[in-house]
């Protein structure tokens, strides 16, 4: 017989909880940052899919994403204007619909197959979890290399569980967290359920069985609360002077040729003589080449000789007839020695897919990006005299894959360089530090985290912050920032766990289906 769900919720008071589960989710986020609230949000989400049908599933997870990406990356807007925030809004939520019917298949579709004990309840959570994660894990590698903004992770940088993030990675939290959620439902349900059916004169005696049931998703939060803080083993320290410079680096400012690069510089005078180990500039450090003019490549060897240090700094470079975003390693006497490409430039922000076909729908908007910076292929560390330094730029900090490959690769402490000036002071340079803070734990090393305008800071490989400068201030950080060679478990099995718990939630689910077919054969 066909299924015929019986929904928690009638089809308009869900579409009205899952609107509300956005803003909500959101607010757990950086720079309203009350974690809970993602709990909260999850929770409405979750409730509001339980017993649909497919479509009305499909459109409930459809609302809700849309209502979570409108509120947690509005400030996308402040670029392009609202059209190209609008669709990568919707196409995320699309990514959330799907993940949404799946959820709500296997809520139907496990209790059929398995059974609706407590036992098979707890199951159920678990796979729940584990299709979330895999329509996060999905959603951050396509199309075009995927957006990674939003995972429910995030928005644990500063709450008590971001002691896990060594232990189990981002993919890992987002599973333990959607986990609690779906157990703690459950759990009220399942209680509620067989409360329901008992008679009157006993239902009081009940209260033991509901403590019971809900001992398990209080157990379950409780021992994330209580993971042992990893301890990075410390190697040395490397003295960095790190400068946001504050010029006028958004795309749409006004500026002459060389402003940026003067910005930098003024900025950098501070720090002569101070015996640095190593002078950071952010992405946009400079807008003219000294790969192709003689005035930056004097002025690069002005700062390292004054210095007495190396420098990283971001350049446009061209080579080859291909335009990259690239940062670059400026040796005293030598010039540059090193190059790292960024590997994941952003679609139709740093390029654009496919151009003559986005263009038709939008030629105005397409014609704003001139250039299509290429994908590159570079590692991604420096030596910089003896240390490895791992290197990515502003939206490289969200992929997953980069980071752990630097690590791999030997890096001791993470420089992030990002140009945040195309945002003003919205929540993206807000989220953005709190995704470093979080690679910061998962990786176990520092990061400097420098920004063209903001927010700056230094951060030590137990998350805590060493040192930050204010937005839109020209300023320097100064610090000895502690270098690390071990290596954190969610390195060695952070992308295994992903898999792991994506496969078996999706793996269930295709048993559970299959199973329920030959019921109904």
């Not at 189990?168 to 009220?188: P, Y």
């Not at 960024?342 to 076909?357: A, D, S, W």
């Amino acid at each position: 017989m066909p299924d015929k769900p019986v929904a928690v919720l009638p089809l308009w008071a869900a579409i009205v909880t899952a609107l509300a589960s956005g803003p909500i989710m959101d607010a757990g986020f950086p720079d309203i940052s009350v974690w809970p609230m993602t709990f909260v949000g999850i929770a409405l989400m979750l409730l509001a899919l339980r017993g649909r049908r497919s479509w009305s599933a499909f459109l409930v997870g459809f609302l809700g994403g849309f209502a979570f990406y409108l509120t947690h990356i509005s400030w996308a807007s402040l670029f392009l204007g609202p059209v190209p925030m609008l669709a990568l809004s919707f196409l995320e939520s699309l990514f959330v619909a799907l993940g949404a019917l799946a959820i709500t298949l296997a809520y139907r579709w496990l209790p059929r197959a398995f059974g609706a004990g407590w036992g098979a309840t707890l199951g159920l959570a678990i796979v729940v979890a584990g299709l979330w994660t895999a329509r996060e894990a999905w959603m951050s590698v396509w199309p075009y290399g995927g957006f990674s903004w939003g995972r429910v992770a995030l928005s644990q940088a500063e709450s008590p569980l971001a002691p896990l993030f060594p232990w189990i990675g981002v993919s890992g939290v987002s599973f333990t967290i959607v986990l609690v959620v779906a157990l703690a439902l459950a759990a009220a349900e399942y209680s509620w359920r067989h409360y329901s059916e008992l008679p009157l004169d006993a239902r009081a005696q009940h209260v033991s069985r509901a403590l019971r049931t809900a001992f398990v998703p209080v157990a379950v939060f409780a021992l994330m609360l209580n993971v042992p803080t990893w301890q990075a083993t410390l190697e040395g320290t490397l003295r960095v002077g790190a400068v946001q410079g504050n010029g006028k680096a958004a795309y749409f400012d006004e500026r002459e040729r060389g402003d940026l690069l003067t910005a930098q510089l003024t900025a950098t005078e501070p720090l002569y003589g101070q015996d640095l180990d190593l002078v950071v500039w952010p992405e946009g450090g400079t807008d003219v080449s000294p790969l192709s003019n003689s005035y930056a490549a004097s002025a690069f060897d002005y700062v390292v000789e004054q210095a007495g240090a190396p420098l990283i700094s971001g350049d446009i470079t061209e080579r080859d007839g291909k335009i990259f975003n690239s940062q670059l390693l400026w040796m005293p006497g030598e010039g540059v020695v090193d190059i790292y490409d960024k590997r994941h430039p952003i679609p139709f922000g740093e390029y654009v897919p496919n151009r003559e076909f986005w263009a038709q729908f939008a030629p105005d908007l397409i014609g704003l990006i001139a250039r299509d910076y290429s994908i590159g292929t570079t590692d991604m560390v420096f030596d910089v005299n003896g240390v490895t330094v791992g290197v990515n730029i502003c939206f490289d900090i969200v992929d997953d894959q980069i980071l752990t490959e630097s690590v791999e690769q030997g890096a001791q402490v993470i420089i992030a360089s990002s140009n945040n000036a195309d945002f003003g002071m919205t929540d993206e340079s807000a989220q953005q530090l709190a995704m470093a803070r979080i690679r910061a734990l998962e990786l176990g090393r520092s990061v400097v985290n420098i920004s063209t305008v903001g927010l700056s800071a230094i951060i030590a490989p137990d998350g805590t912050t060493i040192a930050e400068v204010p937005w839109y201030t020209a300023a320097t950080m100064v610090e000895d920032v502690p270098l690390s060679t071990s290596i954190t478990p969610a390195v060695v099995w952070g992308r295994e766990i992903e898999w792991l718990v994506s496969g078996l939630g999706l793996g269930a689910l295709i048993v559970a289906g299959l199973a329920g077919r030959r019921k109904n054969a």
